[in-house]
């Protein structure tokens, strides 16, 4: 992909909802097809473990197998999907032997992210956290309501997307995208079902503080130290009480609409 853009400004032209996948000037057939299948298993209506039945996608895409394929082959690198000879495509499942695995990778974009971004002259930092703080505001909104799981889940994950993104750097933004999906995924596979915790307010704050205030270390810390308990918590290895919200996925049954 050959794009020039102003690397001092976010690429945002609004709040982000779904972190998929990184815009392109001309998207091909592929491209939108990979977009459809990151956010059926984004959002839950292929959930995890779950067939992906090739005829019955592509004739409700309108598409021909063959760009199917090659957008499924895309998921298959990124780990969302997997491919096994006789049974066709599945959505992965994200266990609990993986979820450390995951959050180390998350804090090593994350981290970075907070840091560059904290790092910056206060002007451009301003700037470039601008985006972001519109999206702290609807998790502060989500979670003081504290009774839609979905609503939480999504402003808490774009939140952190929209971190990753306000620094301009699109491999970062693009190796956290798929970082998303895959937590996404991890709470969509856990033993006790959809789980997420409405007590998190504080420690986002603290962390929209500390980028505003030029502090990366102590931002990078704070994140660390949420995504531990985060672990500890997936892992049954929270002790200390925690508030939570169950919610459920949109359902196994997937619908696409036709492409353009």
């Known amino acids: ?18 972190p998929l996948v990184n815009m392109v000037r001309r998207p091909s057939t592929v491209d939108l097809i990979a977009v459809e299948l990151r956010n059926a298993i984004y959002s839950g209506t292929l959930l995890p473990g779950s067939s992906v039945r090739e005829a019955e996608v592509a004739s409700q895409l309108g598409v021909s197998r063959g760009p199917l394929r090659e957008s499924a082959q895309r ?8 491919a096994r000879p006789g049974a066709g495509l599945r959505v992965v499942t ?16 994350e981290g970075t992210a ?10 451009a930092r301003e700037r470039h956290v601008s985006a972001a703080r519109e999206l702290f505001s609807s998790l502060q909104s989500a979670l003081e309501d504290g ?17 990753v993104e306000a620094t301009g750097n699109l491999r970062m933004t693009g190796m956290a995208s798929t970082l998303i999906v895959q937590t ?9 079902g959809y789980v997420v915790r409405t007590d998190i307010l504080d420690v986002h704050r603290t962390l ?38 169950m919610g459920t996925a949109e359902g196994s049954h997937f619908s696409f609409n036709r492409l353009p």
């Open 1 to 18: 992909m050959n794009e020039t853009r102003d690397r001092d400004a976010p690429r945002r032209n609004g709040p982000v909802t779904r």
């Open 75 to 82: 998921l298959v690198q990124e780990g969302l999907l997997v």
């Open 94 to 109: 994200v266990g609990a032997d993986q979820v450390e695995e995951l959050y180390e990778a998350r804090l090593a974009i």
């Open 114 to 123: 907070v840091r560059k971004l904290a790092g910056l002259e206060p002007t």
């Open 147 to 163: 009774t839609d799981a979905r609503r939480i889940g999504d402003a808490d994950l774009d939140l952190h997307f929209g971190l």
């Open 184 to 192: 996404r995924l991890a709470a969509l596979s856990h033993r006790d």
């Open 208 to 245: 929209m503080r500390q980028i505003s205030d030029g502090d990366g270390p102590g931002a990078e810390q704070t994140l660390a130290g949420h995504f531990q308990q985060t672990v500890d918590r997936l892992l049954g290895r929270l002790e200390e009480p925690f508030s939570t919200v």
